[in-house]
């Protein structure tokens, strides 16, 4: 135990004393331009304008914000409809979204920042650096009468690969099948966010004791795999999730509007989530959480799976640093061969004919994506958030679209898709 606490403190002082570099390359922040300058028509953008007014008048949707950004340039930011429908307060360009599951690239981009620096292997055990993890269990089946369950173990290790590309066997809680849930309600497993006082280091350690769907690296099972890593990245660091975030990531990128708690000066400009009933938008409850948890409660659990909340200007300025291989505004956060393996599909053919597989932190789209129309060129990464925000960038046509909205447990929504094939048919060069 010595010789362990030893190692992680060394492990420790080295990050604290390490730094973000400089690069060769000094790509510019980004900033806005004409759509002509990059190879946009201007005129097919429009279609975008009318399929979400229309989305609007229909009640599909209550507002959005969209972005899109070519080249570097930033060629289309617009806010459409409400940001709350019970005070008319109209959305504003840089109003702030929880962005849920976008959280996850992030994560998982401070994990390959560490790698970089040979504090770990892909493929270690995650048991390695949290014990907890060890001699882990699969589950057989489940008594639903008093939820008790029954398990065989594990033939191999939970790696940190597994964690990053959803293979762990990890579940997901609340959003997982009925077996899990109910034993991740049962074992108290915050499976999004809390505003009470819990720590994700108390979270994740009673999660490692819980059963896994199938063996590690065998099937693709969407999971709290990012918030393990969340703690992961505390104990490597020796800082809390957030002010590595802060430090390593938002500050050197200029993402000032990104935290997991906002600020009170900030307060204002989040979105509440809405939901539709009786014919109109009002504010979504769920009994499982407190939607109101950027601003509000105990604010000491980093849910590196679900936890940020952020602008579009900003998701798309992270996006930028991946599409410029690692570097933005003159400093490096990843080297170039780095990106080149976050981007590759590193879960061969588990998510069957969808047209995508998943790297390390993206899911990334295949010949047969590209085949099916609208959804980018091959290597096109995207992802999207629990409370409907979806995001994408194609690094072949250098564009990156953010479509950032705030609802749940709604029907109807097809701005996502519709978005994503209108960006692709705008180009023009």
Not at 41 to 49: G, H, K, V
């Amino acid at each position: 135990m010595k010789s362990t606490l030893a190692f992680l403190f060394s492990l420790t002082l080295m990050i604290s004393a390490y730094s973000q570099t400089k690069s060769i390359n000094s790509t510019p922040p980004l900033s806005e331009s004409s759509p002509q300058s990059a190879g946009m028509s201007e005129e097919r953008l429009a279609l975008i304008d009318d399929m979400l007014t229309q989305s609007i008048e229909k009640n599909q949707i209550p507002g959005a914000v969209a972005l899109i950004a070519r080249n570097g340039k930033i060629i289309y930011y617009k806010a459409f409809g409400l940001a709350e429908n019970a005070t008319k307060r109209n959305l504003k360009r840089d109003d702030i979204f929880r962005i849920a599951s976008q959280s996850k690239a992030i994560t998982s981009t401070a994990v390959m920042m560490l790698w970089e620096e040979g504090k770990l292997r892909l493929d270690d055990p995650i048991s390695k650096y949290i014990p907890e993890f060890k001699n882990a269990q699969i589950l057989d089946s489940l008594n639903n009468i008093d939820t008790t369950y029954l398990t065989s173990p594990a033939k191999g290790e939970i790696t940190i690969r597994h964690l990053l590309t959803h293979t762990s066997g990890v579940g997901y809680g609340i959003i997982d099948n009925d077996q899990f849930s109910k034993i991740y309600q049962k074992a108290g497993i915050i499976d999004l966010f809390t505003t009470s006082s819990v720590t994700i280091e108390e979270n994740i350690k009673k999660l490692a004791k819980l059963p896994l769907h199938h063996e590690p690296g065998k099937q693709f099972t969407y999971s709290e795999g990012l918030d393990v890593l969340g703690y992961f990245i505390e104990i490597m660091s020796g800082k809390p999730l957030d002010v590595f975030f802060r430090e390593r990531i938002f500050e050197p990128l200029g993402m000032n509007d990104t935290y997991f708690y906002l600020p009170d000066s900030k307060k204002s400009r989040l979105v509440p989530v809405q939901t539709f009933r009786d014919e109109r938008w009002i504010r979504y409850t769920n009994p499982n959480y407190d939607s109101d948890y950027p601003i509000k409660g105990a604010k000491t659990f980093f849910s590196g799976g679900a936890g940020l909340s952020s602008t579009a200007k900003d998701y798309a300025t992270f996006l930028q640093m991946y599409l410029n291989n690692g570097e933005l505004n003159g400093v490096r956060l990843l080297s170039r061969t780095t990106v080149q393996v976050i981007m590759a599909n590193q879960i061969g053919d588990l998510l069957g004919d969808s047209g995508a597989g998943y790297g390390l932190a993206f899911g990334v789209l295949d010949q047969d994506g590209q085949n099916m129309g609208g959804r980018g060129s091959i290597g096109t990464i995207n992802w999207g958030g629990y409370f409907n925000t979806q995001y994408f960038a194609d690094p072949k046509e250098e564009i990156i679209g953010i479509l950032m909205k705030q609802t749940q447990d709604i029907n109807g929504d097809d701005t996502g898709w519709k978005f994503r094939q209108l960006v692709g048919q705008a180009i023009d060069d």
